[in-house]
């Protein structure tokens, strides 16, 4: 069985391991790239733009709500019965990807 490696450096942050989580998989780069050309959109809207089924997109809007990097129009708990529309939140996404650049470039 493989192990998952961690670095032990103390620049490797949580914001650092949220980037490496999410830019790192196609999927939710996807999801982000068509939320910030489209605005908000349900997840049967995304479902029908991206190249993941159902299961799989709602598997990445957790994650990327999680992260920080998209915001819901409805509150997690309040949404049964309900159509809950994603965006991106771009200020999030830069946050993450400076922290990952600082990580990588060291600076």
């Given at each position: 069985?493989?192990?998952?490696?961690?670095?032990?450096?103390?620049?490797?942050?949580?914001?650092?391991?949220?980037?490496?989580?999410?830019?790192?998989?196609?999927?939710?780069?996807?999801?982000?790239?068509?939320?910030?050309?489209?605005?908000?959109?349900?997840?049967?809207?995304?479902?029908?733009?991206?190249?993941?089924?159902?299961?799989s997109?709602?598997?990445?809007?957790?994650?990327?709500?999680?992260?920080?990097?998209?915001?819901?129009?409805?509150?997690?708990?309040?949404?049964?019965?309900?159509?809950?529309?994603?965006?991106?939140?771009?200020a999030?996404?830069?946050?993450?990807?400076d922290?990952?650049?600082?990580?990588?470039l060291?600076?």
């Open positions: 069985m493989p192990r998952i490696t961690q670095p032990h450096d103390d620049a490797w942050s949580p914001d650092v391991e949220d980037a490496v989580a999410t830019f790192g998989n196609r999927s939710r780069n996807e999801i982000l790239r068509f939320l910030t050309a489209n605005g908000p959109a349900s997840r049967g809207d995304i479902v029908a733009a991206v190249s993941a089924g159902e299961p997109v709602a598997k990445h809007l957790i994650a990327l709500e999680q992260v920080g990097a998209i915001e819901v129009d409805v509150e997690a708990g309040r949404r049964h019965g309900r159509s809950p529309r994603y965006s991106a939140n771009p999030r996404i830069k946050e993450l990807l922290a990952h650049l600082r990580y990588v060291e600076e």
